[in-house]
């Protein structure tokens, strides 16, 4: 008996010995399930249906999709996670290209939420309603410059704040059609400007400090037209102020002999240092302070207004002015 007993053993031992060596290293398939003790599954490794991107997915006892992981035929992964009801409530992505991106949803699908990052550095962070319609956004460009959207619920955006790189802030405020109907920048230097406009986005009146720290007034009518214009030193600061925001002209100002109205005399390239303008009206005026613009137009409108420290130049549609004195 003792010795049909080491038999046995050593029959056992061996067949020990075979099945372990037979254990293959590698197990390859193309789905794999792990099961809970009651057999559900709750890890599932697949591959897709195009049998090119693999997958595992997570499930929880009631065999709802909690979790997804994912890789497209690209190479990007994609992760999502779901809620109790099997609902996509997150998902981030990392493609290739060095775009990432993170989306947060609701309980109805709608996206609420979303941070991205450009394959340039660039940012963004947006937030939507329960219709999934962005309300509100921050970015950060590549080159520095930073911005802030508010919207509404049907024409888009109302407000933009923005910071461009290398320039001062500026604020947009926008009408119930979308047109900008209000803006109010610093320029870098620290000289600030408001601008209104009317429904159609065309700018009526604007109000601007220059470098000199001299107040600008200035009215369009209806067709662009320049129709009042307060320089320092031509009427009281606060008398024609309360008057254009009283809706009247300032025709008086213009009248005064200490402002020129003209055209400049054919083309306009706009100054260089010494600039010699020719006016229409015969006169002849000279750059005098060095600054540098470029704008091209033909015969555009000028104006020239006694400050306390000589004389300044508006050319149409150009923002800066100019000291100028006068030759002729």
């Not at 981030?92 to 941070?115: F, H, I, P």
Request: with cysteine; net charge negative; charged share 25%.
């Amino acid at each position: 008996m003792a010795v049909g007993v080491v038999l046995a053993a050593i029959a056992a031992a061996y067949a020990a010995g075979q099945a372990k060596a037979a254990a293959p290293a590698v197990l390859r398939a193309q789905r794999f399930e792990l099961v809970d003790a009651e057999g559900r599954a709750r890890i599932e490794l697949s591959m897709g249906a195009d049998g090119r991107t693999p997958g595992v997915r997570l499930l929880d006892e009631k065999g709802e999709l909690r979790a997804e992981l994912n890789l497209w035929s690209d190479g990007s992964p994609v992760l999502r996670l779901a809620d109790a009801k099997g609902r996509a409530r997150a998902g981030l992505l990392v493609r290739t290209s060095g775009y990432s991106a993170l989306r947060l949803l609701d309980e109805k699908g709608k996206d609420r939420a979303g941070l991205s990052v450009n394959a340039d550095g660039g940012s963004a962070l947006r937030l939507a309603d329960e219709n999934g319609k962005d309300r509100a956004g921050l970015s950060v460009n590549a080159d520095g410059g930073s911005a802030l959207e508010l919207a509404d619920d049907k024409i888009g955006i109302r407000a933009l704040l923005t910071l461009p790189h290398g320039s001062g802030p500026c604020l947009g405020l926008y009408d119930g059609n979308g047109k900008a109907r209000a803006g109010l920048l610093l320029h870098p230097d620290g000289r600030p400007a408001l601008a209104l406009a009317d429904e159609k986005g065309e700018e009526r009146a604007a109000l601007r400090v220059l470098a000199d720290g001299s107040p600008w007034v200035m009215l369009y009518d209806r067709e662009g037209k320049l129709i009042s214009w307060l320089p320092e030193g031509i009427a009281r600061p606060a008398d024609a102020l309360s008057r254009a925001i009283l809706g009247a002209a300032l025709l008086d100002a213009l009248a005064t002999p200490d402002v020129i109205e003209s055209h400049i005399e054919g083309a306009f390239e706009g100054w260089t240092g010494e600039t010699i303008f020719k006016l229409e009206n015969g006169q002849i005026w000279q750059q005098t302070a060095y600054a540098y613009t470029y704008h091209y137009a033909y015969r555009p409108e000028v104006l020239i207004y006694r400050t306390a420290g000589g004389y300044e130049m508006k050319v149409e549609d150009v923002e800066d002015t100019i000291r100028v004195k006068r030759l002729k």
